[in-house]
Structure formats: C-alpha cells, structure tokens
C-alpha cells in the first residue's frame, strides 16, 4: 500500500534493511550484507501483513517509537509482529536463521548467529528516528552496535548514511533514497516479492 500510511510502514522497514546491510559492511561481513538487507526488510513483515486488513492500525504501531511496539500489539490482542513475523517467514521456508533474526529482533540480548545479531543492533539504530527519547534511544543503539563489535568510526558513519539511504518518497515515481546503491536496489527488487506474498499468505490464514 502506498499513501501516508503506506509509506510510514515502508519507510520503517527499508530504514531498518539499510541499516542491517551497513552494519554487515561495518563488521566486514560483506558476504553477507544482502542476506541481512533482505532480514532488515522483514523484520516488520508481521506489521506489513496485518496491513493488508488493517492498514490504519499497523500505521499506528509503526508509528509509535519501535520499543513500544510489541507490548502494544500485545495489550490490543495481537501477536506482535515478531512472532507474527518470524511464523510466517517459517511458512514460506526461509532460512532457519532468517527466520530466528526476525523473531528474537525484540530481544534484551542478541541472538547468536550472526545474522541474528545484526538485525536486532539494526532494530536498535533506525528506532533512532523514529520517536520517543531520542538521546535514550540513540545511545542504546551506539552500545549495542559496540557489543556487536561494530568500531566507533563506523558507528558514527552508519548514523550519517541511514536518513538518506533509509528514506521513501511517494512517486509516480517512487524514489528510495537518492543514495541507495544499484546493488542496492537489486536486493530490494528481491525482496519485495517476498513482502507482497507474505502479506497474501497471512492475510488468507486470518
């Protein structure tokens, strides 16, 4: 969906593949920076497929600030997008690892793998722009992109390089951040099926 609230949901997701594929770069993993651009674009995919129903009340989610999120989700009667997320993701025989990333992105301490531990300092640093105590939120992103091992020069980089690369433009035609790479964009181009069919699939399950 596109409109305001389309592109609120987008954003957020986009924002958070951006920042997983740079902190891969910033870890030397390159090898696996599209893998982890694809599970940063899913992180929010239990919050896109609830779009295909309620499009109004995932916009409300996603725009609160993303530590608030899944307790609201939880306190309406919802599963929250991790679970939702990460059971999908299982359906449509995504790699396990993917798929423990998506669900764990939540958690107080990061997965193992490293995937895992990618995404969820991914969640941490673009939840930076997106509400709430700015200077508490962006600070809890720096320690947890330093637990993960990502150098300090690096860190202040990615804090550059999101709000451009991260950003989505309602079109005709659709603009996604005027700095996104071609490699980039291919990997988006990828992973977009993958949304539009899991927002299909659970929206014939609910």
Do not use: Y
Not at 119 to 143: H, S
Request: net charge neutral; aromatic share 2%; charged share 20%.
């Amino acid at each position: 969906p596109m409109g305001e609230d389309g592109v609120i949901l987008l954003t957020t997701s986009l924002r958070r593949a951006v920042s997983a594929q740079l902190i891969a770069q910033a870890l030397g993993e390159r090898a696996l920076a599209d893998e982890a651009f694809t599970a940063g674009m899913l992180l929010e995919v239990g919050l896109l497929s609830r779009a295909r129903v309620d499009l109004a009340g995932s916009a409300q989610v996603a725009r609160m600030p993303a530590a608030h999120r899944s307790v609201f989700e939880r306190a309406q009667g919802h599963i929250d997008h991790a679970a939702s997320g990460a059971k999908l993701c299982q359906e449509m025989h995504l790699p396990a690892t993917m798929v423990e990333a998506i669900a764990h992105h939540h958690d107080a301490a990061p997965p193992a793998s490293k995937l895992g531990k990618i995404v969820w300092a991914a969640e941490r640093t673009a939840a930076a722009w997106e509400g709430g105590d700015v200077a508490r939120i962006r600070a809890d992103a720096i320690k947890a992109l330093a637990l993960i091992g990502v150098p300090a020069a690096a860190i202040e980089q990615l804090f550059t390089r999101i709000p451009e690369l991260g950003r989505i433009t309602p079109g005709p035609p659709l603009v996604i951040g005027a700095g996104v790479k071609v490699a980039e964009l291919d990997a988006a181009s990828r992973v977009m099926p993958v949304l539009a069919q899991a927002a299909r699939t659970l929206g014939s399950t609910q």
